[in-house]
């Protein structure tokens, strides 16, 4: 089966992340895959895609869609066409009028009834075959819609592109802050770099990164720069995106994040405080449920952690005096081991292709 990702641009964030490693998955399980999208000259995932086997096909372009790719997808000739509810959407309908091709739209977001045109509801609704979605509450909202579109809540497949690591020692205490930097999803981490010297004052061994672009990288920046200038240490790094965290999760001892960069660092083998915009806490089995349901913090939680930012300091300092060793790594061995399953590559693949053939 030829499969065509249709993707806004080459950039890191989490439509790309979801379509890197469904594409990944999809060609390890023999599909002939590849992804369009164009370069504006940001850092993306183009070298991971070609080490999974995908097709890259990409150019610089002002613009999402232009004649050279719909060109490039008529060669292609694909038997589907994947795409997200946002912007590639509109691109994926030129590939279609011109091939007929089925299109799966991919949900991110619940349906934004404010926007018209062609990425209105019922425009999206109309442009496709079926409609997926890797969040439960979102999947909940597509079939409160009733528009008799197949749609299916389907995991994202993260096994295998990420890999567990042995926990470190508590001391130093790494703490890694992964995602965008943004208002919505980063007041928590906000809470971080701006009271660091009280966590720091806290716990000696402290050292931070923070790894995530945004518009809020600036701020951030200036915060941290006059953290480490008064404590005469450079003790936080904020180091902008990566288009691999491993590396950064790796050194980490303790990893502050929601939605799938939870998900990526408990597969490390690594303890996760999980906030987005919503608070969840320190993920233990017996919350492990509910953080997937809520997408870790990014759809529903607790509460709005702007509401209450001191839970963030305190739950990094409780942590910090609460470890033990052996206890945190029999924890992170056990949540890694019950959430391995919902999230595994082979399976994830294989159930997407099974709901393909049958559209």
Known sequence: MNILFCNEGFIVDGVASYNLYLSSALSRAGSNVAIMGRWAGYRGFQKRHRKSGVKVIQ???ATVSN???IKQALKFQPDVIITDSRRSFPFALQIQKRTETRVVTVFHDPPQYDRKGE???QSLIQGSDACVTAEKPIYEELLKIGSGLPVYWIQRPITGMVHPTPLPPRDPFRILCLGRLSRWKS???RVIVERAEELKRAI?????DFVGGGRRRINFWLSAMKANIRAREVFIH???TRPDPQPWIQRATVVCAGATSAVEAILSNRPVLAFSG???GLVTPQNLMEGISTHFGERKGDFYVRDDPDVVIKGLIDLYNQWDDERMRAHVNELGQKIWSDFDSETVAETFLSFLAKL
């Open 187 to 189: 007041p928590g981490l």
């Open 204 to 208: 000696p061994s402290l050292k931070v």
């Open 59 to 61: 150019c610089f372009s």
């Open 278 to 280: 919503f608070w969840l």
């Open 238 to 240: 904020v180091v902008g």
């Open 119 to 121: 990425r209105g509801v």
């Open 67 to 69: 004649s050279w790719f």
